[in-house]
């Protein structure tokens, strides 16, 4: 079966994704768009699919535990619950320390540096997004199975819980 099939075979996506209020830090108006944009790209294109799970579509329900736990509540769009599942954030601290690192280095040089230069900043911080998705992929390859997309997104939204404005 290919990838495409294990995800349009039986409904495996998200059609709803909410995160919980208390578990997000304080942001500015920037930060609250990116969040607002890594949902909607999330929802319109996503391959979700709990492994024990035969039947989606599902609602997803993010929230911070203890700052340092990811808990991802699962029910089905009927509301039935399909599971919690809890990923430690820990092996992630670096990859998103550094994500935030280069991502202010990539709004810097856009004031003053070359395209070639902010080019090469971008190229890295696409790298490092990249490395937080398959790190994230592999973390739940026990329990879900997504998408690489559906990853990047995932991991966009892990770097929000984390995010303090500047």
Known sequence: MSEEEIYTDHDHYIVELNIDSDSLPVTNVEMQHERRVAIFDLLEANGFRPLESERGPYLVDLSLQDGQ????????????????????????????????????????????????????????????????????????RNSIDVDFNTSRRIFTLICSLHRRPS
């Open 69 to 140: 736990r990811l808990v991802m509540d699962v029910k089905r769009s009927t509301g039935t619950e399909v599971g919690k599942y809890t990923l430690s954030l820990t092996p992630f601290r670096r990859i998103v320390k550094d994500y935030f690192l280069i991502c202010e280095s990539y709004h810097n040089a856009i004031r003053t540096a070359t395209s070639a230069q902010i080019e090469a900043i971008d190229m890295g911080r696409r790298g490092l997004h990249n490395e937080g998705s398959r790190l994230l992929t592999d973390s739940l």
